[in-house]
């Protein structure tokens, strides 16, 4: 089956702990992107990556990394310099041209303790 | 700046009746319109868009209409049902950027 796939579905970090989370597609899409969702809030794009070995900062970067080194993962880094790094994380994927649709992994909510 | 904006964030409605969940964008730059369906602690899904040179686009069961006169869009959901209970995201897609801006969301709740 084709989709995207984003790991672990709950994760816990202790202040301070840098913290990477996966998102894998094999949908062949060029486009991967990393939003964060707040409870009741919409998304905000934090990252963006058009292209293999290419990645654009989105609206809220600060306090977050990524790499595309492989077309299919799209991995996120929370470092501990994302100062309220509690939240929904989603990775999405899109197809080449002008296609509207992303498709959206399921999602990791991650937790500082 | 340029937003999109929902004019309300919560609706509820009774099984069977039609729903309307209405959107304000202010980037008259945008190429298309997306609306987008997420239910409770999963992803958004796609729903159907809307090419802004069109005013009405009609799916299975949906029906999204855009003015542009007035910068508004709408999606209506006819006999909703249950299963439609989620928070609905407009968004718009501005020429090949592939960026899209999101709107904050309206909450559908179906009351049996």
């Known amino acids: 089956d084709g989709g995207i796939t984003q790991s672990p579905k709950y994760l816990f970090r202790k202040e301070g702990q840098n913290v990477t989370l996966s998102c894998e597609q094999n949908?062949?899409?060029?486009?991967m992107y990393w939003y964060r969702q707040d409870p009741g809030q919409g998304l905000r794009l934090i990252y963006y990556?058009?292209?293999?070995?290419?990645?654009q900062k989105g609206d809220i970067a600060e306090g977050y990394s990524v790499s595309r080194e492989k077309k299919e993962s799209f991995p996120l880094t929370v470092t501990s310099a994302q100062k309220n790094p509690t939240a929904f994380y989603l990775c999405a994927s899109s197809p080449a041209g002008a296609s509207t649709e992303a498709f959206f992994g399921q999602g990791t909510r991650l937790t500082v303790v | 700046g340029e937003s999109v904006g929902l004019h309300l964030p919560t609706l509820s409605v009774q099984e069977g009746d039609n729903s309307i969940i209405n959107c304000a964008y202010s980037?008259?730059?945008?190429?298309?319109f997306i609306w987008y369906k997420q239910e409770s602690g999963k992803g958004p899904q796609f729903i159907i868009d809307i090419r802004s040179n069109m005013d009405k686009r009609q799916g299975q069961r949906v029906t999204v209409l855009l003015n542009k006169t007035v910068k508004h869009l709408s999606l209506q959901i006819a006999a909703t049902q249950p299963g439609d209970s989620a928070v609905y995201f407009c968004a718009e897609k501005v020429g090949n950027n592939r960026k899209l801006i999101w709107g904050l969301g309206t909450s559908l709740a179906v009351n049996p």
């Open positions: 990556s058009q292209i293999v070995n290419d990645f």
């Open positions: 949908l062949n899409h060029d486009a």
């Open positions: 980037n008259s730059a945008s190429d298309y």
